[in-house]
């Protein structure tokens, strides 16, 4: 039988490896385990806004957010700033695509704003990430996660949630609008999806 609770902090070294198995091509996941370890732990320090699924004492799943006017991104770039920057140059030097589009969309900011949403939809929440290991698809586990992920949200009096599809995600697509979200936002092929919460 699959448990869903929410996370300590002892899971996230699970959560870690899933999100590796999950997004391997991701930026996050190229930045290494150290600082993808160190970019989960500052969220969950804030808020705890972690659900995980566990088939036995095997983590299977995770989902994870963040309430509005979140710190935790700024805190992470700011206290691995030197790190950061040798690790995107390095990847730069490899010549890593999302690395690549990272630095040149801070660099020529006015020129690829048409390809970034506009965030002018705010809400009280943000789903940020959510894995499922493969082999334990298809079997509603990511539906389960967003149902616990959304309860969760509403002991923090959160009305409105949202979450965004990066590119053409046919899959991702379909999954936010079978729980219940809609597309509020499209830009460059990227959408934003939010949701109101019933209490």
Aim: aromatic residues 16%; glycine residues 6%; hydrophobic residues 40%.
């Amino acid at each position: 039988m699959i448990e869903y609770r929410r996370a300590t902090e002892a899971d996230l070294a699970e959560i870690v490896e899933i999100h590796i198995q999950c997004f391997p091509e991701y930026f996050l996941t190229s930045l290494g385990k150290k600082l993808l370890y160190s970019f989960y732990k500052g969220f969950f320090d804030e808020s705890n806004l972690f659900i995980v699924a566990y088939d036995n004492e095997k983590m299977i799943g995770f989902i994870m957010g963040q309430l509005d006017k979140s710190m935790a991104r700024h805190n992470f770039e700011r206290e691995n700033a030197i790190r950061l920057f040798f690790r995107l140059l390095w990847l730069c030097l490899k010549f890593n695509k999302e690395a690549l589009d990272r630095c040149t969309s801070r660099l020529f900011k006015r020129f690829t704003a048409r390809n970034h949403l506009t965030f002018s939809h705010q809400s009280d929440a943000t789903g940020l990430s959510m894995g499922v290991l493969h082999e334990y698809r298809r079997q509603d586990i990511a539906s389960r996660l967003m149902f616990e992920f959304e309860s969760l949200l509403k002991q923090y009096n959160v009305i409105t949630c949202t979450g965004s599809v990066k590119g053409v995600n046919f899959k991702m697509h379909n999954f936010y609008i079978k729980n219940g979200y809609s597309v509020v936002e499209e830009a460059g092929g990227n959408k934003r999806y939010l949701k109101y919460l019933e209490n």
